[in-house]
């Protein structure tokens, strides 16, 4: 079975910056889709940005200053947040899809999820 790991959240002060990471192991380590989600309580999950076989895509809340990458030798996907917002404080997710598709922002087409890490952006 696929585990995802994800590390790094924390607390910052607005304009600060922090960097995720997630790591995968177990029965595969070749996925086509990688990508960041984050919930807030009491709101909907909602896209932050994934990387593809076919590109990078980001939520245009986070575009110009968070950045994500990817490892494949060693299964890791990193999203590098600068200028960090209050309203960026949430649960991030990492996941990830195996087959190729054009659909990357839907959580629904993620086949295996982690257990988040909590960012909380102070004002």
């Known amino acids: 079975q696929v585990q995802l790991v994800e590390s790094g959240g924390g607390l910052v002060q607005a304009g600060g910056s922090l960097r995720l990471s997630c790591a995968a192991s177990g029965r595969s380590f070749s996925f086509y889709t990688w990508g960041w989600f984050r919930q807030a309580p009491g709101k909907d999950r909602e896209f932050v940005s994934a990387?593809?076989?076919?590109?990078?895509y980001y939520a245009d809340s986070v575009k110009a200053r968070f950045t994500i990458s990817r490892d494949n030798a060693k299964n890791t996907l990193d999203l590098q947040m600068n200028s960090l917002k209050p309203e960026d404080t949430a649960v991030y997710y990492c996941a990830v899809r195996r087959t190729a598709g054009n659909i990357y922002s839907r959580a629904a087409v993620y086949e295996y999820w982690g257990q988040g890490t909590q960012v909380t952006v102070s004002s």
């Open positions: 990387v593809t076989g076919s590109g990078t």
